[in-house]
């Protein structure tokens, strides 16, 4: 068994005490090795999975490192970013995770959530615009009209869900866009919160 320098472990602890202080988000493994002048990734999880094991830290189910909720002010969600979301043409569904935010309960309630980029002019009826950020509460069913996270085959989309005839539909809040008949849909959230992004 390798020996634990408690040096390294402070050293990696106050980095991600100060990196979530100034970014308000969790480091990644490579940015604590790169921040703890670490020779490898490996050594910056070495040492994450000693301050787990003590419970100094949590990691999520994604593997992702969750700063306690008494480093910061108030009760937090945590909330993975995962890859951009079409709100034209649906696109792939990229599931990489590019990190991980803690969000005030107090503003987005306690349900688990994913945040993902919007990307297009689909949604525009509904104030989701190119470049916002999403705020998806993780679900798989829906109710006529709630604007969902959905999953067609490899391809993922927001619109609104609507329910005619039998069959499901995936409804663009823009005149431009047809809809899309979506009977073998997967929901893989509802859109509770949006971000504008101000260009």
Do not use: W
Request: proline letters at 4%.
């Amino acid at each position: 068994m390798k020996v634990i320098s408690e040096d390294k472990v402070v050293k990696v602890f106050e980095f991600i005490k100060e990196f979530q202080k100034n970014e308000g988000r969790s480091p990644s493994f490579r940015q604590i090795a790169k921040g703890c002048s670490f020779p490898s990734l490996a050594t910056a999880q070495k040492y994450v999975n000693v301050l787990q094991e003590r419970k100094m830290l949590q990691k999520n189910t994604i593997g992702k490192i969750i700063i306690p909720n008494n480093l910061s002010k108030g009760k937090t969600i945590i909330a993975p970013l995962v890859g951009t979301i079409a709100c034209g043409t649906p696109i792939f569904a990229e599931e990489n995770i590019e990190e991980t935010y803690q969000l005030p309960t107090a503003i987005f309630g306690s349900a688990k959530s994913m945040m993902l980029h919007a990307s297009g002019d689909s949604m525009i009826g509904v104030g989701i615009n190119d470049g916002d950020l999403i705020v998806a509460e993780l679900c798989d069913t829906a109710k006529e009209g709630d604007i969902v996270v959905a999953l067609i085959e490899d391809s993922a989309t927001v619109k609104t869900l609507h329910k005619r005839n039998g069959h499901i539909y995936l409804h663009p809040e823009n005149p431009k866009y047809k809809d899309i008949l979506a009977d073998n849909v997967i929901i893989q959230g509802i859109v509770k919160h949006v971000i504008h992004s101000f260009k």
